[in-house]
T-cell receptor, first 115, second 112 residues
Framework: NAGVMQNPRHLVRRRGQEARLRCSPM?????VYWYRQLPEEGLKFMVY????????ESGMPKERFSAEFPKEGPSILRIQQVVRGDSAAYFC?????????????FGEGSWLTVV | AQSVTQLGSHVSVSEGALVLLRCNYS??????LFWYVQYPNQGLQLLLK??????LVKGINGFEAEFKKSETSFHLTKPSAHMSDAAEYFC??????????FGSGTRLSIRP
């Protein structure tokens, strides 16, 4: 049973470009979460999605960031017009329908570097 | 709203010594509590969790944590540190209806 799959693992973008990070949840999981980890900092919640529905986006920056989890395919975190401050590790996590006491399972992360 | 505070951003212990990583939480309703471990350049791995029932929770790699409601704490311990325990440890809290909120992390170093 494959775990949470994230790609790319490493992404380099120039300032002003777009970054797209993909996340495929564990088999049977229908909830996806995105977290951001800045250097030397903890994990900050960004967004919580179910298929075709954003449940909680209270941690998403108001501009340039968006997330989706379509009926088919992976969840996508999209960052438009990237700036140096967007350089971070972005972690996706998933949980099953019954959320197993809210346990979430993490992917290996996507490291974004903006140059 | 929930929050979690990890006391000590960096803890260093000798190999074979007791490991104690502190975590205090804030929640207006009964919480779910978690400890995750992160090795360099990797994702987070669940160490243990408390949902209901027994307040002493045992996890992987010999770690355990005790939920103390009166102290709003969920400290992580291991009787004898091993070099392979060196990593970043995150405490987290949630409720049945909310997302999981993480603490700022504690980096554990092990001295030979």
């Amino acid at each position: 049973n494959a775990g949470v799959m994230q790609n790319p693992r490493h992404l380099v973008r120039r300032r002003g470009q777009e970054a797209r990070l993909r996340c495929s949840p564990m088999k049977g999981h229908s909830h996806v979460y995105w977290y951001r980890q800045l250097p030397e900092e903890g994990l900050k919640f960004m967004v919580y999605l179910q298929k075709e529905n954003i449940i909680d986006e209270s941690g998403m920056p108001k501009e340039r960031f968006s997330a989706e989890f379509p009926k088919e395919g992976p969840s996508i975190l999209r960052i438009q017009q990237v700036v140096r401050g967007d350089s971070a590790a972005y972690f996706c996590a998933s949980s099953p329908v019954d959320r197993e006491g809210n346990t979430i399972y993490f992917g290996e992360g996507s490291w974004l570097t903006v140059v | 709203a929930q929050s979690v505070t990890q006391l000590g951003s960096h803890v260093s212990v000798s190999e074979g010594a007791l490991v104690l990583l502190r975590c205090n939480y804030s929640s207006s309703v009964p919480p779910y509590l978690f400890w995750y471990v992160q090795y360099p350049n990797q994702g987070l791995q669940l160490l243990l969790k408390y949902t209901t029932g027994a307040t002493l929770v045992k996890g992987i790699n010999g770690f355990e944590a005790e939920f103390k409601k009166s102290e709003t704490s969920f400290h992580l311990t291991k009787p004898s540190a091993h070099m392979s325990d060196a990593a970043e440890y995150f405490c987290a809290v949630s409720t049945s209806a909310s997302k999981i909120i993480f603490g700022s992390g504690t980096r554990l170093s092990i001295r030979p």
